[in-house]
């Protein structure tokens, strides 16, 4: 599936009445799922952001836009940040299985009924904009809505849709295709506008323009690079702040920004007392966060995504201004299915009762792959309680680097669960296929075979995330924290019994599998690595018994 993410900023964020007419608009249109909703008071501007197959995007970003015209008078409109129509700026973003080629090619479908059905002015930026001289958004939008007035009529500002006339209540909107960009905002102890600018002077890519020494002016660039950012008060905070797009955060994210920004602050006699988010963010950018501020403390990297994730929102100040709910701004988790999490989001006594129940599934699949899951947790542990032990300080980096594999192993493992479950549904699924007719056979055999083939494939997974984990938990069990070495060797019990546990479903399900030569294939390396797992977890637990015998008297 094509998906691309649309992420159009309203010149509304006080009248909700308003926002959530333009954003029925949005739930209107089928395959397409609302993301964020984010309105500003003080900035009097909403950033909404929302997924979906490309056709319908573009719909319902055609009738947000439209219904914002309908509602929204721009000749009324006041608010901190620059703007220039009611939509003031559409951006899609390619998510999955699209180019940024093809992606501009939408945004120039969208922008063209804008122009042509609403009536609208409309100008392409970034990738959907041939012209490298009218690209950028904040060239487009220099002088702002009082200002197009004027600008408008310039040959070199023609609409690239549209007429060529100002349109007083709906003003003018910039529709484009860009990478992914967050807006973040970088909270200041101060209320002088002039004194965030000169911050943001410091950190933005295009810096500022400082004297030659021959009465001409040279510019100074920033200290950040990929970075937009200007400075203002928000009444609404009663602070000032320095605002932020981060346009390319592989070069500068989030983490970087912030800690530049208190950088210069501090240089300049101010504070930052926390940072705001405008919109949504990657689940990577939180995760960066937190390991960049936990190596910064010579703590393990090695610890759940979800104490990653409150890491990162409390060294920047996430939650200052309002709470900070990870399950409503981090992108991947707005995307999650439930559904294919659901048994491991059942409590410990919900997951046995399941288990337990006539039902064929959960089974010992992915029973083995759970079993899997505690070896690699207690390995974890064991590696996390050795980076924090006292007086073994300068071995922290050592532990972190084995915690971090034991989470990966430990992730892996967690998401074969549901999946050993979903492959024996799967399989179910096409025994219920009809066979009435050739065609139907054919079509049955074959849905039987993929199933069984996929049925097959995940717990040999399991089997070597598993056997992988072991890595970990032998070295714990040599250099590891003394006092946790039997949570080692319950790992390797637990690792063991997750390999043959899973081997013994692989083989069950390669009985019925056609393709002779695959379930050979995996027959050998599976006894291989069911060989190997014995062997380590022998190994394993002789080192345990060798620090835990009773001293003989």
Not at 7 to 35: A, M, Y
Not at 193 to 222: L, Y
Not at 377 to 395: I, P, Q
Request: glycine share 8%; charged share 25%.
């Amino acid at each position: 599936m094509k998906l691309i993410e649309c992420v159009p900023n309203f010149s509304e964020g006080v009248n909700l009445h308003i926002i959530k007419q333009i954003t029925d608009e949005v739930e209107s249109v089928e395959g397409v799922r609302l993301l964020n909703v984010d309105p500003g008071k003080a900035t009097n501007r909403t950033v909404v952001t929302f997924v979906g197959e490309p056709d319908a995007v573009i719909q319902a970003a055609f009738l947000a836009i439209k219904k914002a015209g309908e509602l929204i008078d721009m000749s009324k409109h006041t608010g901190e940040h620059p703007r220039m129509g009611a939509t003031d700026v559409c951006p899609l973003i390619p998510i999955a299985n699209i180019s940024m080629e093809e992606t501009a090619e939408y945004a120039k479908k969208l922008a063209k009924r804008v122009g042509e059905e609403l009536g609208i002015p409309a100008y392409l930026y970034e990738y959907a904009q041939a012209d490298k001289s009218r690209s950028n958004l904040s060239v487009i939008r220099a002088g702002e809505y009082e200002g197009f007035f004027k600008k408008i009529k310039l040959p070199e500002w023609k609409p690239d849709f549209g007429p060529a006339e100002f349109d007083a209540k709906r003003g003018a909107t910039v529709i484009g295709a860009r990478d992914f960009l967050i807006a973040y905002n970088v909270n200041l102890n101060t209320t002088s506008t002039r004194r965030a600018n000169s911050i943001a002077f410091d950190v933005r890519e295009a810096g500022r323009m400082i004297p030659d020494g021959n009465g001409g002016k040279i510019n100074q660039p920033g200290s950040m690079k990929f970075v937009k950012a200007i400075g203002w008060y928000i009444e609404e905070y009663g602070i000032a702040q320095i605002s932020m797009n981060l346009t390319n955060i592989e070069v500068t994210p989030v983490h970087i920004a912030f800690d530049e920004v208190c950088t210069k602050a501090a240089e300049r006699g101010m504070r930052v007392t926390g940072s705001e988010l405008v919109g949504l963010i990657p689940l990577k950018s939180m995760l960066d966060a937190g390991k960049y501020f936990l190596m910064k403390q010579q703590r393990s990297i090695g610890v759940s995504e979800k104490e990653l994730i409150k890491i990162a929102i409390k060294s920047m100040g996430l939650d200052e201004l309002a709470p900070f709910k990870p399950e409503e701004r981090i992108i991947e988790y707005l995307l999650k299915d439930a559904s294919q999490s659901k048994l491991v989001s059942m409590t410990l006594t919900g997951f046995a009762d399941e288990t337990a129940s006539e039902s064929p599934a959960p089974g010992g699949g992915s029973i083995s792959a759970y079993a899997g899951v505690l070896g690699a947790s207690l390995a974890t542990m064991v590696a996390n309680l050795s980076s924090h032990k006292k007086g073994w300080d300068n071995r922290w980096k050592e532990f972190s680097d084995w915690a971090e594999k034991g989470q990966q192993y430990k992730d892996e493992l967690i998401k074969l669960v549901d999946l050993d479950t979903a492959a024996f549904n799967k399989i179910m699924e096409g025994f219920s296929l009809p066979k009435a007719t050739d065609e139907e056979k054919a079509a049955r055999d074959k849905a039987i075979q993929d199933a069984t083939k996929y049925a097959i494939e995940i717990p040999f997974k399991v089997m070597q995330a598993a056997h992988g984990s072991l890595t970990v938990i032998k070295a714990m069990a040599e250099v590891g924290n003394p006092n946790s070495v039997t949570d080692a060797g319950v790992a390797a019990l637990c690792a063991r019994t997750a390999v043959l546990g899973a081997f013994m479903n692989v083989k069950i399900n390669a009985s019925g599998y056609k393709d002779k030569a695959f379930v050979d294939a995996v027959m050998e390396y599976g006894t291989e690595l069911e060989q190997k797992t014995i062997e380590l977890e022998s190994e394993i637990i002789a080192i345990v018994n060798s620090k835990i015998s009773p001293p003989t008297p």
